[in-house]
């Protein structure tokens, strides 16, 4: 665990950058400052139930597959349902494919509705732009696509694919035997991009990375290795050897236990779920690896908490959430989401001017423009619950907050301008950054901070 005195100093590098260049909305991914919920499942017990009411009161059977929608919803490969369920932005689960009906049934429903047709043991799942998504149906062999409509095409039949993930920029990348393959938007296209991935097999996790590789599991063999444009192979975590070790260390040199998913970072690092572990380790840019999530128990236990306290039984597969969090699968039934605590906002204490100069003595009071972003829209703030250095935002004789949408910084988006209480700030001269921290009225918190120069 970072000292307070780092996180500090991380709090203000991160200023010292929005400030700088006015990026907005960094999302947080220190895992101290995180939390972890339960967003489907509510039985250790594998089973079937609930379509039509709230996903976390609904039964499911080895999740293997998990992919974020747009929308905030979400799609589960329920594997041994032989189902793919959805998970709306209210939270609300349906089946959008599969008839429940698998193992010794014979491949069928081609061209029909896909929640009249068998879908053995689905495994990997994927939204597609246009409102369709595609599946990796392990059982039949098949890769298939489901319209926007509904209805159930193949698309192709490799051998054994596992899963399927997004790429960035369209398309999407698929482990299979011998090697990874690429789907273009459309899932046509089926291209070999790594010819033997030399994995024991098929990998049951992927992901591209941004220097144009990618990062597999040799699950089997407790490593995850990394496919180089180069075209050679090298392993980036794990001994070869089952067990649990290394944290803190090089990510090569630790043990790992059956890593079943990797999800690559846009730091440069990535996650992996490390399953006979139960626990989620992240290895960074520089190849250090530490547990992120998970306390090694196998049980469903401290939703509400951090990710580090909670337990996280047989974790299987990982996917990144638009607020910089990430959902997890867990082999027995449940999806658990870790959400960052606050989202980082970009502030700017006197708009448009520096130093940000305040007299404590003036009793006035000090504008403060929250910025609005594509990752963020600064009018979802309650002004009730913004303070700044402790501060509130001044009540107006109406009994208003003296707050107003406008655009500040000429982006075409409107931000927030608050105006806070001078006398109120906990500020005694020493300070050279405040903070500002508040909720939106869907209750997501969120915190900025911006250099302050006190004067007499
Ligand atoms: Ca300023
Ligand atoms: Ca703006």
């Keep these: 665990m970072k000292t307070n005195q780092t996180i500090l100093q991380s709090v203000k590098s991160v200023a010292l950058i929005t400030a700088a260049f006015l990026v907005t909305a960094l999302p947080v991914t220190r895992a101290q400052d995180q939390t972890i919920t339960t967003v489907a499942g509510s039985t250790d017990d594998w089973a079937f139930f609930g379509d039509g009411g709230p996903a976390t009161e609904a ?6 597959g998990v992919a974020v929608l747009p929308d905030g919803g979400f799609l589960i490969a329920d594997a041994a349902n032989n189902r ?6 209210n939270g609300i689960v349906t089946t959008v494919a599969g008839n429940g009906l698998g193992f010794r049934h014979a491949y069928s429903g081609e061209g029909g509705p896909a929640t009249q047709a068998v879908v053995w043991y689905p495994t990997g799942v994927a939204p597609m732009a246009d409102g369709g998504f595609l599946v990796a149906g392990y059982g039949h062999q098949r890769l298939f696509k489901v ?18 993930k997004p790429l960035t920029g369209g398309g999407f990348v698929v482990p299979s035997y011998p090697g990874i393959y690429t789907l273009d938007a459309n899932g046509g296209n089926f291209t070999t991009v790594v010819a033997n991935h030399g994995a024991d097999d098929v990998p049951y996790g992927v992901a591209a990375t941004t220097d144009g590789g990618y990062l597999y599991t040799d699950t089997y063999r407790h490593r995850v290795l990394k496919a180089k444009t180069d075209g050679t192979i090298t392993v980036v975590a794990g001994t070869g050897v089952e067990g649990f070790s290394g944290d803190g260390g090089p990510a090569t040199a630790a043990r790992l236990a059956y890593p079943w998913d990797v999800l690559a970072l846009p730091d440069g690092g990535f996650l992996l ?3 006979v572990n139960h626990r989620i380790r992240k290895v960074d840019a520089n190849g250090i690896i530490t547990t992120v999530a998970g306390n090694g128990i196998a049980r469903d236990a401290g939703d509400g908490g951090s990710p580090l306290a909670a337990s996280i039984p047989w974790p299987t597969a990982l996917a990144a959430t638009a607020d910089g969090g990430y959902l997890i699968g867990e082999w027995n039934g449940r999806v658990r989401k870790v959400s960052p605590a606050f989202i980082i906002v970009a502030i700017d204490i ?3 001017t520096y130093p940000n100069s305040i007299n404590l003595g003036s009793k006035g009071t000090v504008p403060v423009a929250i910025l609005s972003s594509d990752a963020f829209d600064a009018t ?21 907050f003296l707050a107003s949408a406008q655009d500040v910084d000429g982006d075409g988006r409107l931000d927030l301008i608050v105006h806070v209480d001078t006398t109120a ?22 915190r900025g901070t911006d250099s302050v120069r006190l004067v007499p």
């Design 59 to 64: 039964g499911f059977s080895e999740i293997v």
């Design 380 to 400: 979802t703030i309650d002004p009730s619950t913004v303070t700044l250095a402790g501060a509130p935002i001044k009540v107006a004789n109406n009994g208003r």
């Design 273 to 275: 779920s490390d399953y």
């Design 350 to 352: 006197k708009p448009g």
């Design 147 to 164: 319209d926007p409509q509904g209805t159930l095409t193949t698309v192709v039949q490799p051998s054994y694919a596992w899963s399927i």
């Design 84 to 89: 793919i369920r959805k998970v709306d932005a």
């Design 425 to 446: 700030l906990a500020l005694t001269g020493d300070e050279d950054l405040a903070i500002l921290e508040g909720q939106t009225w869907a209750g997501q918190l969120i």
